[in-house]
């Protein structure tokens, strides 16, 4: 609840925190099965306003629950670090459809464009994964093309591992090693350089 919550900050605060870090698999979804609901940007309200709390950060926020709300927090807030951590995962909207994403990759850039307007300075990392089952060359070009556009301050990249049990490691079309280990080095690569 949101009372556990602010109770523990004040907690961590008197013990002399001065960030706060909110983790999530879905971070930006709490609240939406609480009742009454609640938005993510009333739990960044009330955490920013404890006494103490200097800095927030949060990890992970999934693309589809990105509102407008969250820009204008993001602007307003001077407690909300700018940094966020947007998983992205492929360039490719074809990858992501395979992967069972519910965003596509003109409504991510959508939300990097409405974070960079809100918070000019702001610095974006993210999570991509290189060689997903049916990866084509052109599906990789356009991960690659989306690194350029957004110029991401860093991402935690890796190559595709299949898992015993999951849906994916029975996917066809699994994606040599070596041509993943090509992808990947090509990607951290411009990656390094951009950072």
């Excluded at 013990?15 to 971070?27: F, H, M, N, W, Y």
């Excluded at 609640?38 to 309200?45: A, H, S």
């Excluded at 009330?46 to 602007?75: N, T």
């Amino acid at each position: 609840s949101l009372e556990e919550i602010e109770r523990e900050i004040k907690i961590s605060v008197h013990r002399g925190a001065k960030e706060i870090v909110l983790l999530g698999q879905t971070v930006n979804s709490y609240g939406l099965d609480l009742s009454p609901r609640l938005r993510f940007v009333d739990l960044l309200e009330k955490v920013s306003a404890v006494d103490g709390v200097e800095r927030i950060r949060f990890f992970s926020p999934h693309p589809q629950e990105v509102k407008k709300d969250f820009f204008d927090l993001v602007a307003r807030n001077p407690k909300v670090c700018r940094h966020i951590h947007m998983p992205l995962q492929s360039g490719s909207d074809n990858i992501l459809k395979a992967m069972n994403r519910n965003y596509r990759r003109q409504k991510y850039l959508d939300i990097i464009a409405g974070l960079k307007q809100a918070a000019p300075d702001i610095s974006i990392t993210t999570d991509m994964i290189i060689g997903f089952p049916g990866e084509t060359d052109q599906d990789f070009e356009q991960t690659m093309d989306i690194l350029e556009q957004v110029r991401f301050e860093h991402s935690y990249s890796f190559s595709f591992s299949p898992r015993p049990g999951t849906e994916a490691a029975k996917l066809a079309g699994q994606v040599p090693d070596a041509v993943k280990a090509e992808r990947l080095k090509r990607y951290q690569t411009r990656q390094d350089q951009i950072t």
